[in-house]
């Protein structure tokens, strides 16, 4: 599933916003481990569902490998946590297929 996520800037881009994106795969998770997770004040249950990556750049440009460090990074970054779950409920609900047909 594309994700596109807004950061909310740093030094390097002056503070202004710019746009990420990325395909992110997803593992299916049980109804039950879903509701489970929905309490998690944390980003442990993103690490659990996002299952790898495509299109993620590191600073140099170069793509990012799909490692735990990485994937703990990556959803520390403003806004990409919150773009993560909403993609995945989009997922379950068949918001997103639906959205293209």
Known sequence: MRLFVRDTGDSETGGSF???????RFRALTRDDVEAAAGDADTSWLER???GWDEVAGADGKPLAFTPENLTRLLARPGVAAAVAEAYRRALTGEEFARKN
Request: glycine share 0%.
């Open 49 to 51: 569902i996002l299952a």
């Open 18 to 24: 710019k746009a990420h994106r990325f395909i992110a």
